[in-house]
């Protein structure tokens, strides 16, 4: 079955790494974006070595090396700043071919979209239904239009309306965490080095962007949906972290208060299908995942590869679908889980059980760090052939 179009449902950084793929694949698409202009909000984004590789194979690695610093180590600390356990991540790059970075996620989504045509991207297209046909699927928006293509992929995030369409409407599991995060001007010592240091309920992560600046972000144990006015975000956490060391005090009161983002941490328990018919879902709207370690963009740009080179693999559009999510549920699966495993971890509270946790961290051997560093940074979505 010849692939006439592809609608993209979201025009985030899955859904525009997708799109790239297909233009390079000869695959006609466009990307239809809810947002009235097309711009990222956010912070921090982790772009580890895995989906480095793909961004490469898909011709803008040139444009990461331009806006990011390589990080060479990944360390866990404890609140008092005693470094627990230090990740050499030289060996995975090394083996990999590509370095990690943590990029500002807005300039990220721009460097994506620089790639992609005139007119492939169109905003203002809030998809509000899908309907099959025999020819394909018409997608229906808000403002009145439709679109008709021979695929829909859902890349519109953890509250995905396709995903809704395909398998109902559910609540995305809460992780009992919320967070804070900012990009802000910072000068810290270690420019290569990220940091997390866990406390008790709490953690607070430095990720150096540049020379510069710096991401950083707060997770501390607090009621589901409890939102923080801007103006009062500082206040609050200059007050959790007051009595950390490090530079955990001072990065908060650098940062302007209306600079400051907040949303609980949140996924959903992994699903066996993520196709029906000629629909189908990546990213965050298939598998969302809390942000422990780094890789719900990672996945989301490791998806668009293996979804599009599935496409020209196979003549029989189920046949693609089936192994796409055939290639892709494990890995996504197990990164879900590992991930949602570490939070509950730094969720604890009690003085004794943080100890343990400590001592645990300290008594985790290298080769063990480097294997999990390898199944994820380390991992290759292949190339378009």
């Given at each position: 079955?010849?692939?006439?179009?592809?609608?993209?449902?979201?025009?985030?950084?899955?859904?525009?790494?997708?799109?790239?793929?297909?233009?390079?694949?000869?695959?006609?698409?466009?990307?239809?974006?809810?947002?009235?202009?097309?711009?990222?909000?956010?912070?921090?984004?982790?772009?580890?070595?895995?989906?480095?590789?793909?961004?490469?194979?898909?011709?803008?690695?040139?444009?990461?090396?331009?806006?990011?610093?390589?990080?060479?180590?990944?360390?866990?600390?404890?609140?008092?700043?005693?470094?627990?356990?230090?990740?050499?991540?030289?060996?995975?790059?090394?083996?990999?071919?590509?370095?990690?970075?943590?990029?500002?996620?807005?300039?990220?989504?721009?460097?994506?979209?620089?790639?992609?045509?005139?007119?492939?991207?169109?905003?203002?297209?809030?998809?509000?239904?899908?309907?099959?046909?025999?020819?394909?699927?018409?997608?229906?928006?808000?403002?009145?239009?439709?679109?008709?293509?021979?695929?829909?992929?859902?890349?519109?995030?953890?509250?995905?309306?396709?995903?809704?369409?395909?398998?109902?409407?559910?609540?995305?599991?809460?992780?009992?965490?919320?967070?804070?995060?900012a990009v802000v001007k910072f000068d810290v010592p270690d420019k290569r080095v990220m940091r997390e240091a866990h406390g008790a309920g709490k953690r607070f992560g430095i990720c150096p962007m540049s020379k510069?600046?710096?991401?950083?972000?707060?997770?501390?144990?607090?009621?589901?949906?409890?939102?923080?006015?801007?103006?009062?975000?500082?206040?609050?956490?200059?007050?959790?972290?007051?009595?950390?060391?490090?530079?955990?005090?001072?990065?908060?009161?650098?940062?302007?208060?209306?600079?400051?983002?907040?949303?609980?941490?949140?996924?959903?328990?992994?699903?066996?299908?993520?196709?029906?018919?000629?629909?189908?879902?990546?990213?965050?709207?298939?598998?969302?995942?809390?942000?422990?370690?780094?890789?719900?963009?990672?996945?989301?740009?490791?998806?668009?590869?293996?979804?599009?080179?599935?496409?020209?693999?196979?003549?029989?559009?189920?046949?693609?679908?089936?192994?796409?999510?055939?290639?892709?549920?494990?890995?996504?699966?197990?990164?879900?889980?590992?991930?949602?495993?570490?939070?509950?971890?730094?969720?604890?509270?009690?003085?004794?059980?943080?100890?343990?946790?400590?001592?645990?961290?300290?008594?985790?051997?290298?080769?063990?760090?480097?294997?999990?560093?390898?199944?994820?940074?380390?991992?290759?979505?292949?190339?378009?052939?």
């Amino acid at each position: 079955m010849k692939i006439e179009k592809v609608l993209i449902i979201g025009g985030g950084i899955g859904g525009l790494t997708l799109a790239i793929a297909l233009h390079r694949a000869g695959i006609p698409c466009t990307v239809f974006e809810r947002a009235p202009e097309l711009k990222e909000v956010g912070a921090g984004v982790g772009v580890w070595a895995n989906a480095v590789k793909v961004l490469d194979r898909l011709g803008v690695g040139d444009s990461l090396r331009e806006i990011g610093m390589p990080l060479a180590v990944a360390e866990l600390c404890s609140d008092t700043g005693r470094v627990l356990s230090a990740a050499n991540l030289t060996e995975v790059v090394r083996e990999a071919g590509a370095a990690c970075y943590v990029l500002h996620r807005a300039e990220l989504h721009a460097a994506l979209a620089e790639q992609l045509p005139e007119g492939a991207i169109k905003t203002d297209h809030e998809c509000v239904g899908l309907e099959e046909t025999g020819a394909g699927v018409t997608a229906h928006f808000a403002n009145g239009a439709s679109a008709e293509g021979t695929l829909v992929v859902g890349a519109d995030g953890i509250n995905s309306v396709v995903r809704a369409q395909l398998w109902g409407r559910e609540k995305p599991r809460f992780s009992g965490q919320t967070a804070f995060r900012a990009v802000v001007k910072f000068d810290v010592p270690d420019k290569r080095v990220m940091r997390e240091a866990h406390g008790a309920g709490k953690r607070f992560g430095i990720c150096p962007m540049s020379k510069d600046r710096i991401y950083w972000y707060a997770a501390f144990n607090a009621p589901e949906g409890r939102m923080i006015d801007f103006d009062k975000r500082q206040k609050l956490l200059l007050e959790e972290y007051k009595d950390w060391c490090g530079q955990a005090p001072d990065i908060i009161a650098a940062t302007p208060s209306e600079t400051i983002l907040q949303n609980d941490l949140v996924d959903r328990v992994p699903i066996k299908r993520w196709s029906k018919g000629a629909i189908t879902l990546l990213g965050d709207a298939a598998h969302p995942t809390t942000p422990n370690f780094g890789q719900g963009a990672c996945m989301a740009i490791e998806d668009a590869m293996v979804l599009t080179r599935n496409l020209l693999r196979h003549a029989n559009l189920r046949d693609a679908l089936q192994s796409y999510e055939g290639e892709r549920a494990k890995r996504t699966t197990s990164i879900v889980k590992q991930s949602w495993a570490f939070g509950m971890l730094a969720r604890v509270k009690n003085p004794l059980v943080v100890r343990v946790r400590e001592l645990l961290v300290r008594a985790t051997p290298e080769f063990l760090i480097q294997q999990t560093l390898r199944s994820q940074a380390g991992f290759d979505a292949g190339d378009l052939s």
